[in-house]
Nanobody, 121 residues
C-alpha cells in the first residue's frame, strides 16, 4: 500500500508560480513511478506528466512544457511539480499518482487527495 499526500496548492495571479509536493509513504519510493494529473471543473482528469523511478527529471506534456517541470527527491520520498508562468487555464485540482506509468488515470494504482490550484487573470 502507498499513501500519497499533496501540498502546495493555492491562489496565484496569472504569471505566478507554485510548487506542488507529493510525499509518498508505505513503499520504497525509489521503486515508484509517479504521475501528475489535473482535473478542471466539468472536465476529465488530464495527464500532466510523470517521473520514472530511475529518473531525476520527469516528462511533461507539450501543453505545459517550458512552464512545468517534475523532479523528485529520494531523501524526502517526494516528487515535485514546479509550475511557472501560470495561466487561468491551469486552474484545476492537481493529483499525484503512483504505481503505474503512462498517461491514463487507470494506469495508476494509488492516488493522493488532490490540491486546488486557482490562477486568477
Amino acid at each position: 500500500q502507498v499513501q500519497l499526500v499533496e501540498s502546495g496548492g493555492g491562489l496565484v495571479e496569472a504569471g505566478g508560480s507554485l510548487r506542488l509536493s507529493c510525499a509518498a509513504s508505505g513503499r520504497t519510493f525509489s521503486s515508484l513511478n509517479m504521475g501528475w494529473f489535473r482535473q478542471a471543473p466539468g472536465k476529465e482528469r488530464e495527464f500532466v506528466g510523470n517521473s520514472r523511478w530511475n529518473g531525476a527529471i520527469g516528462y511533461v506534456v507539450d501543453s505545459v512544457k517550458g512552464r512545468f517541470t517534475i523532479s523528485r527527491d529520494g531523501t524526502k520520498n517526494t516528487v515535485y511539480l514546479q509550475m511557472n508562468d501560470l495561466k487561468p487555464e491551469d486552474t484545476a485540482v492537481y493529483y499525484c499518482a503512483a504505481g503505474g506509468l503512462g498517461s491514463l488515470p487507470r494506469q495508476y494504482f494509488y492516488w493522493g487527495q488532490g490540491t486546488q490550484v486557482t490562477v486568477s487573470s
